[in-house]
């Protein structure tokens, strides 16, 4: 077997939970990533394993801690895992955690918590795995967060399980609503790789909170690509899955956006489009590259049965167009 795409789409057949893990280097820096090889190894001793990619910026750090902790991410918390999966300079700021062992860094509102030290190192063709002795398990009050396919999912469908309260100030809607971006820059668009699957796709996060939607899209650019980019318009609405819409968004940076290996622009010829993680982004990118000739766009609605809604004529957003809002409402 030598097909390392078909081997990464074989095992994201696989269900799993999301956890975070966190620990900190000998500077006392935090470090924490998002990781789905979280498995249980023994009962009596209670043991855990996580394996650790040689790639991970994380890497030296869980390679010579002591300590560390997992969050079982709940259905809510779907933003944590990509913030962990993004390789950011700063990941904790901002963010409620505990820390009551050195190390063992805890998302509050986790579906469950470890705080573990470590039992084994073992070096594993490219990963590391780290077998972790757990001093100490919390249940949580959410239900857990799911993924498979390239896709977070909710295994709850939703609810939170019978006989857990959900907190008053948890939002748990049957639908979450993500923000893509299908940013061009020389005619070259950005496509974000999902290391689980080696898949690519447009940008995608969760709408983060902000006090007007302009705010809250620059603040999903900073969380998803790591950098400020300003929205130019909304160009698709499409399901990712049962539980996902994304509202894709275009924008065209002035200046070249910042990559790295798993944030690259490519041109149209060079778009892996075998290696796309949804059937709905090859839609968006063929019909976004047909458009752009004429440089007229219509809105795609990919939702549910798969409809695909084109608004044809002039492009409403034109500026023939600007202050039509300011007059119509006055
Ligand atoms: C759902 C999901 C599960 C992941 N699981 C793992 C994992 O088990 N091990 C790993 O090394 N990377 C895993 N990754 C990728 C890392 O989270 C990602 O490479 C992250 O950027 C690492 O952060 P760092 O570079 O700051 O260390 C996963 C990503 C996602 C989205």
């Avoid at 006989?163 to 940013?183: F, H, K, M, S």
């Avoid at 996060?205 to 690509?225: D, N, Y």
Wanted: proline fraction near 7%; charge should be negative.
């Amino acid at each position: 077997m030598n097909d390392p795409l078909l081997f990464r789409r074989t095992m994201g057949r696989f269900p799993t939970g999301v956890t975070v893990v966190t620990t900190r280097d000998a500077d006392g820096r935090p470090w924490g990533m998002t990781a789905n090889s979280f498995t249980s190894v023994s009962l009596t001793p209670p043991l855990i394993s996580l394996c650790i990619d040689r790639r991970a910026g994380s890497f030296s750090a869980f390679s010579g801690c002591r300590t560390f902790g997992v969050s079982i991410l709940g259905e809510h918390q779907q933003d944590l895992a990509v913030r962990f999966a993004t390789p950011l300079d700063d990941k904790f700021t901002g963010l409620a955690t505990r820390e009551d062992h050195p190390g063992a860094i805890l998302m509050s509102g986790s579906a469950a918590t470890l705080v573990c030290s470590v039992h084994t190192r073992v070096d594993i063709g490219d990963h590391v795995m780290l077998v972790g002795a757990v001093q100490e398990c919390t249940l949580g009050p959410s239900a857990p967060l799911g993924y498979c396919d390239g896709s977070f999912f909710t295994p709850n469908g939703g609810t939170a399980p019978d006989g857990v309260d959900t907190p008053l100030n948890e939002t748990r809607p049957g639908r979450q609503i993500l923000v893509g971006w299908l940013v061009e820059y020389e005619s070259r668009i950005l496509l974000s790789r999902d290391r689980a699957t080696g898949t690519w796709r447009l940008p995608v996060g969760p709408l983060q909170a902000g006090p007007t939607m302009s705010e809250a899209l620059i603040g999903t650019s900073r969380a998803v690509m790591g950098q400020v980019i300003e929205p130019e318009f909304l160009y698709s609405a499409i399901d990712l899955s049962k539980s996902e819409t994304c509202h894709v968004y275009r924008a065209r940076p002035s200046v070249v956006p910042r990559q790295t290996p798993d944030l690259r622009l490519f041109a149209e010829g060079d778009i892996p489009w075998a290696d796309l993680s949804h059937s709905s982004m090859e839609v968006i990118l063929r019909r976004y590259f047909e458009e752009r000739v004429s440089d007229r766009f219509g809105i795609f609605l990919n939702l549910g049965a798969g409809r695909i809604a084109k608004i044809e004529h002039e492009s409403p957003w034109t500026d023939d167009h600007a202050g039509e809002y300011e007059r119509s409402a006055s």
